[in-house]
């Protein structure tokens, strides 16, 4: 058997991976569930929510850029940018850097939605107990980014 801090074997490892998998689904779906019910208070649905999320954290981007990042078609993150333009919550601008490849950007409305929500998030997860350490939180980000690094190739449109 192995110690807490000897990496496992590959077959240990994807049977220890596959029981985080099990918990991120759901999690990730209860998640999405519980912003589309607080919709009314914010006005933001799950995929306009990802998009405010992405500009806010990385400035302006780009629709393909923002597919990338989200592992989405371009064609749902360009659906959810036209929502949020409609409400005033993104404007599209110019790219000097791509004809056909608009800016996106948060408007002042959109910085303000976003950080309601997230204000509203951080209040919900201050919640969850378990007497976590950093180190484990920094342990599970690792895990799941490594996860995630496996699936980078996957097509999303």
Known sequence: ????????????????LTEVFALVGPLYRRVQRKVEQ????EGLSVGV?????????HGPMTVPQMGRAQALSRQFVQRMVNDAAT??????????????????QLTD????????????EHALLRQV???LTDAELTACKR?????????DNVDVN
């Open 38 to 41: 607080a919709e009314p208070i």
């Open 49 to 57: 929510r990802a998009v405010l999320d992405l500009l806010l954290a």
């Open 87 to 104: 409400r005033q919550l993104v404007e599209i601008t110019p790219n000097p850097a791509h004809q056909r490849s608009s800016l996106i």
């Open 143 to 151: 895990v799941l980014t490594q996860m995630l690094e496996l699936f």
């Open 129 to 131: 107990g378990g007497d």
């Open 109 to 120: 409305d959109g910085r303000a939605a976003i950080t309601a929500v997230t204000t509203r």
């Open 1 to 16: 058997m192995n110690d807490a801090d000897t990496p496992l074997a590959p077959d240990d490892l994807g049977r220890r």
